[in-house]
T-cell receptor
Framework: GAVVSQHPSRVICKSGTSVKIECRSL??????MFWYRQFPKQSLMLMAT?????????EQGVEKDKFLINHASLTLSTLTVTSAHPEDSSFYIC??????????????FGPGTRLTVL | GENVGLHLPTLSVQEGDNSIINCAYS??????FIWYKQESGKGPQFIID?????DKRQGQRVTVLLNKTVKHLSLQIAATQPGDSAVYFC??????????FGGGTRVLVKP
């Protein structure tokens, strides 16, 4: 099956610093990737849509200047949390869309990145 | 906006019994639904999907039922095993492959 990786899996940073999270589709090309945030015991909330070669589209309430997204290639999207604060501590999950196939477009999820801001 | 929601936050089930997880959705225009399993500290894992032109789809030990009349979705797990303990989410897909997730149900399998 399709594999999506995230790096790092876990990161701890100081308040005010920036953290970059990578999302890679390992065995397929993904023109579209998504970034989600999940707080403890809650569901996944879509933050933004990352499109290769164009600007990301952010969901309502998500600050685009705080959560910088760059879809550098067909297999890589990065999320940078700028000037992180403790309230940004969360589980960040990406997904990548593989076009076509038996089930038409299929979305595969990465393993998530646990961000802790001290 | 319209949301996908779940009624039961936690479901305890005896090993070997069948599990049923329910989900209500409100967007009548939704035509594609997916069930995901999420284990602690991991990303969601695809279980099974169904399109609105179907009312039932079966996989290995899992069955998804869709009732468009009452906008209800369910996931049935046959012969529940300890490895099935996880949080289960339903999701509906909108245009552009955007997913809206339900609140989640935790399944606890008792030995």
């Amino acid at each position: 099956g399709a594999v999506v990786s995230q790096h790092p899996s876990r990161v701890i940073c100081k308040s005010g610093t920036s953290v970059k999270i990578e999302c890679r589709s390992l065995d397929f090309q993904a023109t579209t990737m998504f970034w989600y945030r999940q707080f403890p015991k809650q569901s996944l909330m879509l933050m933004a849509t990352s499109n290769e070669g164009s600007k990301a589209t952010y969901e309502q309430g998500v600050e685009k200047d705080k959560f910088l997204i760059n879809h550098a290639s067909l297999t890589l999207s990065t999320l940078t949390v700028t000037s992180a604060h403790p309230e940004d501590s969360s589980f960040y999950i990406c997904s990548a869309v593989r076009r076509g196939g038996f089930r038409s477009d299929t979305q595969y999820f990465g393993p998530g990145t646990r961000l802790t801001v001290l | 906006g319209e949301n996908v929601g779940l009624h039961l936050p936690t479901l305890s089930v005896q090993e070997g019994d069948n599990s049923i997880i329910n989900c209500a959705y409100s967007n009548s225009a939704s035509d594609y639904f997916i069930w995901y399993k999420q284990e602690s500290g991991k990303g969601p894992q695809f279980i099974i999907d169904i399109r609105s032109n179907m009312d039932k789809r079966q996989g290995q030990r899992v069955t998804v039922l869709l009732n468009k009349t009452v906008k209800h979705l369910s996931l049935q797990i046959a012969a529940t095993q300890p490895g099935d303990s996880a949080v289960y989410f339903c999701a509906e897909e909108a245009a552009g492959n955007k997913l809206t997730f339900g609140g989640g149900t935790r399944v606890l399998v008792k030995p």
